[in-house]
């Protein structure tokens, strides 16, 4: 019952209040109020009341008759098909976002969303709340200059965009003429991708960029990968396993099929990617490695699923129902469901049918446990192997089929044939050099620790353990190890480092249960389960069929996120879990929905006719022309861009001061970075690289391997420094708020003077709809359109749908197509550029390039009078109404595929070839027959003579039929320049310098969990621009603190303790501060469903779901109408002090609404941490601090906390703590091991209760 | 208000399907969307995931229009009234904030909002902040369309009709009782057995948890 005070208080409310009543109406939207606006004179408000007319009040009845835009979901997950949005407006102002709902499809068939078969895409929380985003108050209304210190929201003027361009235009063409197209660093921002079709702010950053002289592109030539998947773009190839993706050094192709993203593998030590040859397994890549598609196989004959963290019903929406209806029929089938990870995620929850906890960043740990399992359970202590029923390895499979399991001799294989040469040295024309696998120093060795059975285990000669590649291994090599674990540390057992202390223990699950958190017994059943047996190791019928393995893309965002999944494709290698269907690591990468249902025939149901045809010729498109020179510049890891920006401008670094005006300790807050020596962060090859070279002629500096020749340019002695130089952000937040270790990215953007037009000063450009932290931290601010304040084009699972203008946009705001025309014209203002003339043109008078809603109202009037059409005699707003057509269910109500075992891919093929030579042929034809995974077919080809030094060809001539796939180059094979070896990649062995480089180790043609090409082009990545440093430091140092390598070949566990005491500056004496076994709690910093990164942080209605107010439950948080409301603008030099209403500035304002963001901790450390559910808690480590509201949850496993990512970076001006609670501010600069790539959910943070600092007046 | 469905069940009601919700929220906000609730405290529908010794219960629920609806006999304005379709409404304009309906309300569905959530008031509401709760999209229902919420569903664990009909079509749910153990977090106010009409599928299938208990992190 309540109190009776809270009644007495009620009454007397009820008899004090009697304001604002309106007549018969609702208020509706967010622009009614704005927080304080206190619109003194002179002063202007820079943004305000959002899109449309604000407070246009709704008449009751209007809410039930309103103008309906069908649409698909403005806001696109990135992968899968879009969800279905019908906008209701009234007003000019969005009222309701619907879905679809139709009861029948478009030939009238009842349906209903609750069939199993039900195929329509129904929009998640994101896309039924934009109307509090289109509407928000603290949209953005006019261009802004910064003309304090960036970050600073009072030096804001207000510009016109014409002077703002044309200071951009100036600046670029500065930057191009003396530093080149590669200090210009073009990022990629959600707001590009997830936009329209046509109204896409990246194209006015091409036109700004690319224009001129093309930039450095995100996902392009010069950029490596993504923030999202670089460690798993790494690591697939690394095992060439056909279930994960082609083999490490067969290109993929460079179609659409996977993006220019490949690359980001495919790098050799030039930094110039090769060229494509084949797309083998490639081809079948991207259909296959989704969940999507592989859903019908999970729902039909998958035994069972093993998840390495997903939580793919959040990430990807309209992914959501065919997963949880697969995983239904899945489990009706008596499938398990294995959930490994330390947080129990939304997707677990629903369809999980057990939770293995696993600590995060052990992953690699688990599954070397596993092998050691499967290791005791195939070759007794003395060697010997157990009794075939008995063991758990199929030994024969994995000589044939796996490199570096064991340890193996050098040979030379025979490319044609497969024919293993051990008796001569050189390798022939037509053979291929195979590195040995040195004694103790195979994946097993390093399992088995000083465990010795494995040096006792034979390679057999004949007998029905014997095959073509262990009789050949036998007489260069008796034993399949040649030694126990043969690892060191230089350092011996004094070495700091765990992981080296771990090399000759045996990696049992009672190891990695004290590193995992995992009981050794659930290690034992999983090692069980993927060699197809029961707990008791029994042959098990249900888990023989096939592992639906999937992983999320936390597993590689850590340190060691390429090793995580290297690790877990070899499991995947040595358990022969290949090549039927359902079968492989599956996991959100390109995920295509499959069920997408039937729509109808016949073009007349659609908007489309030759007019739409043309709209495709209307988007500008810059840069094309400029691609030539791409190749010129080195190409970087994504997240280069940053490293580039303390490159160029070090010297203006070395005094930086953080939020409250402190100054920064330099030498000990970047560990791996000293501005006065090393300008470059931990040794990063791509910023070495990023100097100006002429490469028009001049003497040859240094040769590269290519045959180009590159002339380094030198000012006063020294190289000229290209770095980064000036960033247009078209509706993105990587600047700040999405890349690691937001403090220093803001410190840095401080410290640095604001742009002048000259090509010496840094400048940050954005164009997006809010003052985001990037934003904020820009020179130059663009308000840009939301995707339903401008006409496009957007499709829902194949369907396209034009939506006009549907809400008008606040204040001076632009769509893409103005401000590129705007950027075009600025750019002819600042200099000629050949060509631009005619682009200009193109937009002016009928020009070809418009603004999409003026050809796209052609396409709709001539469908209203085309009497074919199904919109014929339609008004054009009934037109907009009913462009969604419901389409039918295609699914069989069973929603199984029927499905063959064997997958039709090549990777089914190969298993198929692979059963014949293992199984049916007889034990000496097996013995006396190589297999190859790859060959030629049959024919005569001409390559290069890999011993020709002039480029001269030989000719092979492939007759032989042997044991293999056959087929797989043949079709797509180029005409002319091909090199066998090139196929699977290498290199031979070459002089830079003087300095002799080894040769690059060649694929063995085998599924490989020993990779020596991984570790020689990490050593040697970029090196071909290294010409101008010393040769003892060119490529990459794959030496840590104590001297041992930072790569290895095979996928080791490295403890998370190392990474950390390396990213914090332990191990290199930077700091004592070691913080590892201070009961701390290792961090995870997924996405979660209320934003997709930063995006959707500033929307109310998301926002209370994942904000709480200090104390508070679940939905206490409501700062709406205050939370990134932007105050009023200054006119210039004003003093009065404002600041942005944020996270911070909302508490010094009322305090009772005020809300943090959440973070999970287990029940189970809740004790420990002396934190309860609701506190208010200081989330710190030596990288940043950050305040969050405590969740405490039996969902997060013990001494693991987990901060999603995304909330927008908040620094308190008083004490400098993040109230924000954005998870980068705990994020070290630390790259990622093997790939220099993002390693941001790696944090070790102390969680302990808090308050709020008190305001300070000045 | 018109309560003219063109069926005539005898009491509508919703099914949850609690192995099935994915706790997306897509109910919550669509139900604020088609009503007009503003951000803030008030929720019609609310979603949340309880925890218990380990388990994990995810629950979807706005007012269940009981057959004997507490708060319509604790409302001594008489503002709570049921129709013949077994919807429970609150006639705002009647309201005069009494907090007897939150009170009786076994599941706390009678809300009241702040001021910033509810800014204007409408002539005739005798305070700024009546009660409100569901009214099970009767709007929408009038034109053919399921409730919001359920139309929002994405992994299809709600849905909506005559009762009867949804206990035949649903032959593994239970309708909601106060003294099923299983429940105990729906029943936040009291356990008084309203009849509420809402079915649930439950889960059975718990997730196993398996962790180490030697292990200290």
Same mark, same amino acid.
């Given at each position: 019952?309540?109190?009776?005070?809270? =009644?007495?208080?009620?009454?007397?409310?009820?008899?004090?209040?009697?304001?604002?009543?309106?007549?018969?109406?609702?208020?509706?939207?967010?622009?009614?109020?704005?927080?304080?606006?206190?619109?003194?004179?002179?002063?202007?408000?820079?943004?305000?009341?959002?899109?449309?007319?604000?407070?246009?009040?709704?008449?009751?009845?209007?809410?039930?008759?309103?103008?309906?835009?069908?649409?698909?979901?403005?806001?696109?997950?990135?992968?899968?098909?879009?969800?279905?949005?019908?906008?209701?407006?009234?007003?000019?102002? =969005?009222?309701?976002?619907?879905?679809?709902?139709?009861?029948?499809?478009?030939?009238?068939?009842?349906?209903?969303?609750?069939?199993?078969?039900?195929?329509?895409?129904?929009?998640?929380?994101?896309?039924?709340?934009?109307?509090?985003?289109?509407?928000?108050?603290?949209?953005?209304?006019?261009?802004?200059?910064?003309?304090?210190?960036? /970050?600073?929201?009072?030096?804001?003027?207000?510009? #016109?965009?014409? !002077?703002?361009?044309?200071?951009?235009?100036?600046?670029?063409?500065?930057?191009?003429?003396?530093?080149?197209? /590669?200090?210009?660093?073009?990022?990629?921002?959600?707001?590009?991708?997830?936009?329209?079709?046509?109204?896409?702010?990246?194209?006015?950053?091409?036109?700004?960029?690319?224009?001129?002289?093309?930039?450095?592109?995100?996902?392009?030539?010069?950029?490596?990968?993504?923030?999202?998947?670089?460690?798993?773009?790494?690591?697939?190839?690394?095992?060439?396993?056909?279930?994960?993706?082609?083999?490490? /050094?067969?290109?993929?192709?460079?179609?659409?099929?996977?993006?220019?993203?490949?690359?980001?593998?495919?790098?050799?030590?030039?930094?110039?990617?090769?060229?494509?040859?084949?797309?083998?397994?490639?081809?079948?890549?991207?259909?296959?490695?989704?969940?999507?598609? $592989?859903?019908?196989?999970?729902?039909?004959?998958?035994?069972?699923?093993?998840?390495?963290?997903?939580?793919?019903?959040?990430?990807?929406?309209?992914?959501? +129902?065919?997963?949880?209806?697969?995983?239904?029929?899945?489990?009706?089938?008596?499938?398990?469901?294995?959930?490994?990870?330390?947080?129990?995620?939304?997707?677990?929850?629903?369809?999980?049918?057990? +939770?293995?906890?696993?600590?995060?960043?052990?992953?690699?740990?688990?599954?070397?446990?596993?092998?050691?399992?499967?290791?005791?359970?195939?070759?007794?202590?003395?060697?010997?192997?157990?009794?075939?029923?008995?063991?758990?390895?199929?030994?024969?499979?994995?000589?044939?089929?796996?490199? /570096?399991?064991?340890?193996?001799?050098?040979?030379?294989?025979?490319?044609?044939?497969?024919?293993?040469?051990?008796?001569?040295?050189?390798?022939?024309?037509?053979?291929?050099?195979?590195?040995?696998?040195?004694?103790?120093?195979?994946? #097993?060795?390093?399992?088995?620790?000083?465990?010795?059975?494995?040096?006792?285990?034979?390679?057999?000669?004949?007998?029905?353990?014997?095959?073509?590649?262990?009789?050949?291994?036998?007489?260069?090599?008796?034993?399949?190890?040649?030694?126990?674990?043969?690892?060191?540390?230089?350092?011996?057992?004094?070495?700091?480092?765990?992981?080296?202390?771990?090399?000759?223990?045996?990696?049992?699950?009672?190891?990695?249960?004290?590193?995992?958190?995992?009981?050794?017994?659930?290690?034992?059943?999983?090692?069980?389960?993927?060699?197809?047996?029961?707990?008791?190791?029994?042959?098990?019928?249900?888990?023989?069929?096939?592992?639906?393995?999937?992983?999320?893309?936390?597993?590689?965002?850590?340190?060691?996120?390429?090793?995580?999944?290297?690790?877990?494709?070899?499991?995947?290698?040595?358990?022969?879990?290949?090549?039927?269907?359902? !079968?492989?690591?599956?996991?959100?990468?390109?995920?295509?929905?499959?069920?997408?249902?039937?729509?109808?025939?016949?073009?007349?149901?659609?908007?489309?006719?030759?007019?739409?045809?043309?709209?495709?010729?209307?988007?500008?498109?810059?840069?094309?022309?400029?691609?030539?020179?791409?190749?010129?510049?080195?190409?970087?890891?994504?997240?280069?861009?940053?490293?580039?920006?303390?490159?160029?401008?070090?010297?203006?670094?070395?005094?930086?001061?953080?939020?409250?005006?402190?100054?920064?300790?330099?030498?000990?807050?970047?560990?791996?970075?000293?501005?006065?020596?090393?300008?470059?962060?931990?040794?990063?090859?791509?910023?070495?690289?990023?100097?100006?070279?002429?490469?028009?002629?001049?003497?040859?500096?240094?040769?590269?391997?290519?045959?180009?020749?590159?002339?380094?340019?030198?000012?006063?002695?020294?190289?000229?420094?290209?770095?980064?130089?000036?960033?247009?952000?078209?509706?993105?937040?990587?600047?700040?708020?999405?890349?690691?270790?937001?403090?220093?990215?803001?410190?840095?953007?401080?410290?640095?003077?604001?742009?002048?037009?000259?090509?010496?000063?840094?400048?940050?450009?954005?164009?997006?709809?809010?003052?985001?932290?990037?934003?904020?931290?820009?020179?130059?601010?663009?308000?840009?359109?939301?995707?339903? !304040?401008?006409?496009?084009?957007?499709?829902?699972?194949?369907?396209?749908?034009?939506?006009?203008?549907?809400?008008?946009?606040?204040?001076?705001?632009?769509?893409?197509?103005?401000?590129?025309?705007?950027?075009?014209?600025?750019?002819?203002?600042?200099?000629?550029?050949?060509?631009?003339?005619?682009?200009?043109?193109?937009?002016?008078?009928?020009?070809?390039?418009?603004?999409?809603?003026?050809?796209?109202?052609?396409?709709?009037?001539?469908?209203?009078?085309?009497?074919?059409?199904?919109?014929?005699?339609?008004?054009?707003?009934?037109?907009?109404?009913?462009?969604?057509?419901?389409?039918?269910?295609?699914?069989?109500?069973?929603?199984?595929?029927?499905?063959?075992?064997?997958?039709?891919?090549?990777?089914?093929?190969?298993?198929?070839?692979?059963?014949?030579?293992?199984?049916?042929?007889?034990? $000496?034809?097996?013995?006396?027959?190589?297999?190859?995974?790859?060959?030629?077919? #049959?024919?005569?080809?001409?390559?290069?003579?890999?011993?020709?030094?002039?480029?001269?060809?030989?000719?092979?001539?492939?007759?032989?039929?042997?044991?293999?796939?056959?087929?797989?180059?043949?079709?797509?094979?180029?005409?002319?320049?091909?090199?066998?070896?090139?196929?699977?990649?290498?290199?031979?062995?070459?002089?830079?310098?003087?300095?002799?480089?080894?040769?690059?180790?060649?694929?063995?043609?085998? %599924?490989?969990?020993?990779?020596?090409?991984?570790?020689?082009?990490?050593?040697?990545?970029?090196?071909?621009?290294?010409?101008?440093?010393?040769? !003892?430091?060119?490529?990459?140092?794959?030496?840590?603190?104590?001297?041992?390598?930072?790569?290895?070949?095979?996928?080791?566990?490295?403890?998370?303790?190392?990474?950390?005491?390396?990213?914090?500056?332990? %191990?290199?004496?930077?700091?004592?501060?070691?913080?590892?076994?201070?009961?701390?709690?290792?961090?995870?910093?997924?996405?979660?469903?209320?934003?997709?990164?930063?995006?959707?942080?500033?929307?109310?209605?998301?926002?209370?779901?994942?904000?709480?107010?200090?104390?508070?439950? +679940?939905?206490?948080?409501?700062? +709406?109408?205050?939370?990134?409301?932007?105050?009023?603008?200054?006119?210039?030099?004003?003093?009065?002090?404002?600041?942005?209403?944020?996270?911070?500035?909302?508490?010094?304002?009322?305090?009772?609404?005020?809300?943090?963001?959440?973070?999970?901790?287990?029940?189970?450390?809740?004790?420990?941490?002396?934190?309860?559910?609701?506190?208010?808690?200081?989330?710190?480590?030596?990288?940043?601090?950050?305040?969050?509201?405590?969740?405490?949850?039996?969902?997060?496993?013990?001494?693991?906390?987990?901060?999603? $990512?995304?909330?927008?970076?908040?620094?308190?001006?008083?004490?400098?703590?993040?109230?924000?609670?954005?998870?980068?501010?705990?994020?070290?600069?630390?790259?990622?091991?093997?790939?220099?790539?993002?390693?941001?959910?790696?944090?070790?943070?102390?969680?302990?209760?808090?308050?709020?600092?008190?305001?300070?007046?000045? | 208000?018109?309560?003219?469905?063109?069926?005539?069940?005898?009491?509508?009601?919703?099914?949850?399907?609690?192995?099935?919700?994915?706790?997306?929220?897509?109910?919550?906000?669509?139900?604020?969307?088609?009503? *007009?609730?503003?951000?803030?405290?008030?929720?019609?529908?609310? *979603?949340?995931?309880?925890?218990?010794?380990?388990?994990?219960?995810?629950?979807?629920?706005?007012? &269940?229009?009981?057959?004997?609806?507490?708060?319509?006999?604790?409302?001594?304005?008489?503002?709570?009234?049921?129709?013949?379709?077994?919807?429970?409404?609150?006639?705002?304009?009647?309201?005069?904030?009494?907090?007897?309906?939150?009170?009786?309300?076994?599941?706390?569905?009678?809300?009241?909002?702040?001021?910033?959530?509810?800014?204007?008031?409408?002539?005739?509401?005798?305070?700024?902040?009546?009660? *409100?709760?569901?009214?099970?999209?009767?709007?929408?229902?009038?034109?053919?369309?399921?409730?919001?919420?359920?139309?929002?569903?994405?992994?299809?664990?709600?849905?909506?009709?005559?009762?009867?009909?949804?206990?035949?079509?649903?032959?593994?749910?239970?309708?909601?009782?106060?003294?099923?153990?299983?429940?105990?977090?729906?029943?936040?106010?009291?356990?008084?057995?309203?009849?509420?009409?809402?079915?649930?599928?439950?889960?059975?299938?718990?997730?196993?948890?398996?962790?180490?208990?030697?292990? &200290?992190?």
């Amino acid at each position: 019952m309540k109190s009776s005070k809270v =009644i007495t208080d009620l009454v007397k409310k009820v008899m004090v209040s009697r304001r604002s009543f309106i007549k018969g109406a609702l208020a509706i939207g967010a622009a009614n109020t704005v927080y304080g606006c206190s619109r003194g004179e002179g002063l202007e408000i820079i943004g305000g009341e959002g899109g449309s007319l604000p407070g246009n009040p709704i008449e009751e009845v209007d809410l039930s008759n309103p103008q309906i835009y069908t649409a698909a979901c403005p806001h696109n997950c990135g992968v899968g098909t879009r969800c279905v949005s019908k906008i209701h407006v009234v007003n000019k102002r =969005i009222v309701r976002i619907g879905t679809d709902d139709d009861k029948l499809d478009y030939d009238d068939t009842p349906r209903d969303k609750n069939w199993l078969n039900d195929s329509r895409a129904l929009n998640c929380a994101k896309g039924k709340s934009l109307k509090y985003k289109a509407h928000h108050p603290g949209r953005l209304k006019y261009p802004l200059k910064q003309t304090k210190t960036r /970050g600073d929201v009072t030096g804001f003027i207000r510009v #016109s965009s014409q !002077e703002a361009l044309k200071h951009i235009a100036t600046k670029s063409k500065a930057i191009s003429d003396k530093y080149g197209a /590669g200090a210009i660093y073009n990022t990629y921002a959600t707001a590009i991708g997830y936009a329209g079709t046509y109204n896409n702010m990246g194209v006015v950053r091409d036109a700004l960029t690319n224009v001129r002289a093309g930039a450095r592109n995100y996902f392009t030539a010069n950029t490596h990968s993504d923030y999202s998947y670089h460690q798993y773009l790494y690591a697939y190839p690394l095992t060439g396993h056909p279930g994960v993706g082609y083999p490490y /050094g067969i290109v993929a192709p460079s179609s659409a099929q996977v993006g220019g993203q490949t690359q980001a593998i495919n790098v050799d030590f030039n930094g110039n990617w090769q060229a494509d040859y084949t797309a083998s397994l490639g081809a079948d890549y991207h259909f296959n490695h989704n969940i999507g598609y $592989q859903l019908p196989h999970v729902a039909g004959v998958v035994g069972n699923v093993v998840s390495f963290g997903t939580n793919a019903t959040s990430t990807n929406n309209s992914l959501a +129902w065919p997963y949880i209806r697969a995983m239904e029929k899945l489990k009706a089938r008596d499938g398990k469901v294995y959930f490994i990870g330390p947080e129990l995620t939304d997707t677990a929850v629903t369809c999980a049918t057990e +939770w293995i906890q696993l600590r995060n960043y052990t992953d690699a740990a688990l599954i070397m446990a596993m092998f050691h399992e499967m290791i005791v359970n195939t070759f007794n202590e003395n060697g010997t192997l157990k009794p075939k029923a008995e063991r758990w390895l199929d030994v024969n499979y994995i000589d044939t089929m796996v490199y /570096g399991f064991f340890d193996s001799p050098e040979y030379n294989l025979a490319e044609a044939t497969g024919i293993i040469n051990v008796t001569t040295g050189d390798a022939l024309t037509g053979e291929r050099k195979i590195n040995a696998v040195p004694a103790g120093k195979s994946l #097993s060795a390093y399992v088995m620790g000083s465990d010795d059975r494995l040096t006792k285990a034979d390679y057999e000669t004949s007998g029905e353990n014997a095959t073509y590649t262990s009789k050949v291994f036998q007489s260069q090599q008796a034993k399949r190890n040649g030694a126990t674990c043969s690892y060191t540390a230089i350092k011996g057992a004094d070495t700091e480092y765990l992981y080296k202390s771990a090399f000759n223990t045996a990696k049992t699950p009672e190891w990695a249960e004290k590193i995992c958190g995992t009981p050794a017994s659930k290690i034992r059943e999983l090692a069980a389960l993927y060699c197809g047996r029961d707990v008791q190791g029994a042959i098990n019928e249900q888990n023989e069929k096939p592992i639906f393995t999937e992983w999320a893309g936390g597993v590689q965002k850590q340190n060691n996120g390429v090793v995580n999944m290297f690790a877990i494709a070899s499991l995947l290698c040595v358990t022969k879990r290949f090549g039927r269907n359902g !079968e492989g690591l599956f996991g959100l990468w390109g995920s295509t929905i499959r069920n997408r249902g039937v729509l109808p025939t016949g073009n007349d149901m659609f908007l489309t006719n030759t007019d739409k045809t043309d709209l495709n010729a209307k988007a500008p498109v810059f840069g094309v022309a400029y691609a030539s020179d791409l190749k010129k510049i080195p190409t970087l890891s994504i997240k280069d861009w940053f490293n580039g920006i303390k490159f160029a401008f070090a010297d203006k670094l070395k005094e930086m001061k953080d939020i409250t005006g402190n100054a920064i300790d330099i030498n000990a807050y970047i560990p791996d970075w000293d501005p006065t020596i090393d300008k470059y962060v931990h040794d990063d090859p791509g910023t070495k690289a990023n100097v100006v070279f002429d490469y028009n002629g001049g003497t040859d500096n240094y040769p590269a391997l290519d045959g180009d020749t590159y002339k380094v340019v030198e000012d006063t002695g020294k190289v000229r420094v290209a770095g980064t130089r000036l960033i247009i952000n078209p509706g993105g937040n990587i600047a700040v708020n999405q890349h690691m270790n937001s403090n220093d990215n803001s410190a840095v953007l401080r410290a640095l003077p604001l742009s002048d037009e000259t090509a010496e000063t840094f400048c940050l450009a954005t164009f997006d709809p809010f003052l985001s932290p990037t934003a904020k931290y820009s020179d130059f601010v663009f308000p840009a359109t939301m995707s339903l !304040e401008a006409g496009d084009w957007t499709a829902v699972g194949g369907e396209t749908i034009y939506h006009p203008p549907i809400v008008k946009a606040p204040g001076e705001t632009k769509d893409a197509w103005r401000y590129t025309y705007e950027a075009l014209k600025a750019q002819k203002e600042v200099g000629a550029i050949t060509g631009i003339d005619n682009e200009i043109k193109k937009f002016e008078n009928g020009g070809i390039y418009k603004s999409a809603e003026v050809d796209s109202l052609k396409v709709v009037d001539y469908a209203i009078k085309n009497p074919n059409s199904r919109f014929f005699g339609k008004t054009r707003e009934e037109v907009y109404a009913d462009q969604y057509i419901p389409r039918k269910n295609a699914d069989n109500e069973d929603i199984t595929l029927p499905t063959d075992e064997t997958s039709k891919a090549l990777g089914g093929k190969l298993r198929e070839k692979l059963r014949d030579y293992l199984e049916d042929s007889t034990d $000496q034809d097996r013995v006396d027959k190589p297999f190859i995974m790859f060959r030629l077919q #049959s024919g005569s080809y001409t390559v290069q003579d890999p011993d020709s030094t002039t480029g001269g060809t030989i000719t092979i001539d492939i007759t032989e039929e042997v044991h293999g796939l056959t087929s797989v180059f043949a079709t797509t094979r180029p005409a002319s320049g091909n090199d066998v070896a090139d196929i699977i990649g290498g290199h031979a062995k070459a002089t830079i310098n003087g300095k002799v480089r080894e040769a690059r180790p060649r694929s063995t043609g085998r %599924f490989q969990v020993y990779n020596d090409m991984m570790v020689w082009d990490f050593e040697n990545r970029n090196s071909k621009w290294h010409g101008h440093l010393d040769a !003892e430091k060119r490529g990459q140092k794959n030496k840590d603190t104590e001297g041992d390598p930072i790569v290895y070949s095979i996928p080791m566990y490295f403890n998370f303790e190392d990474s950390f005491n390396e990213a914090y500056g332990v %191990f290199n004496g930077k700091t004592e501060n070691n913080v590892i076994g201070k009961n701390g709690v290792t961090l995870s910093t997924t996405h979660d469903r209320y934003r997709v990164h930063s995006t959707h942080a500033e929307n109310p209605l998301l926002r209370e779901l994942t904000h709480r107010t200090e104390g508070g439950k +679940w939905l206490s948080g409501n700062d +709406w109408k205050e939370y990134a409301i932007m105050p009023d603008r200054h006119p210039e030099g004003g003093t009065a002090p404002i600041q942005p209403m944020l996270s911070s500035a909302v508490y010094n304002a009322n305090k009772e609404t005020a809300s943090w963001h959440e973070i999970w901790i287990s029940s189970e450390d809740s004790e420990r941490l002396q934190v309860v559910d609701g506190d208010l808690v200081l989330v710190s480590n030596p990288i940043g601090e950050v305040r969050c509201v405590a969740r405490v949850s039996d969902r997060c496993m013990k001494g693991t906390a987990n901060l999603h $990512q995304g909330s927008w970076y908040d620094p308190n001006p008083i004490d400098g703590v993040d109230d924000g609670g954005c998870a980068n501010t705990l994020m070290a600069s630390k790259p990622s091991r093997i790939d220099n790539g993002n390693a941001q959910q790696s944090a070790y943070v102390f969680i302990k209760t808090t308050t709020p600092p008190t305001k300070q007046t000045k | 208000m018109s309560k003219s469905i063109k069926v005539t069940p005898t009491q509508l009601g919703f099914y949850f399907d609690q192995t099935r919700c994915m706790s997306c929220n897509a109910c919550t906000v669509a139900c604020k969307d088609w009503n *007009q609730v503003e951000p803030g405290k008030v929720h019609w529908r609310e *979603q949340f995931t309880y925890e218990k010794n380990n388990k994990f219960f995810p629950l979807s629920i706005g007012c &269940n229009h009981c057959v004997k609806p507490a708060c319509r006999d604790a409302c001594s304005q008489g503002a709570i009234t049921k129709s013949d379709d077994g919807i429970v409404t609150i006639n705002r304009k009647q309201c005069i904030g009494l907090l007897a309906c939150a009170d009786a309300c076994p599941f706390a569905k009678p809300k009241f909002a702040d001021d910033k959530q509810e800014p204007n008031s409408i002539i005739g509401w005798q305070i700024e902040h009546p009660a *409100q709760k569901c009214t099970m999209c009767v709007d929408r229902l009038e034109k053919g369309l399921d409730p919001a919420c359920v139309s929002s569903c994405v992994g299809r664990a709600l849905d909506f009709g005559d009762m009867e009909v949804l206990k035949a079509k649903y032959t593994d749910s239970v309708q909601v009782s106060p003294t099923d153990p299983d429940f105990e977090f729906i029943f936040k106010n009291n356990k008084t057995d309203t009849k509420p009409s809402l079915l649930i599928k439950k889960k059975t299938a718990h997730i196993t948890i398996s962790k180490s208990s030697t292990y &200290n992190p």
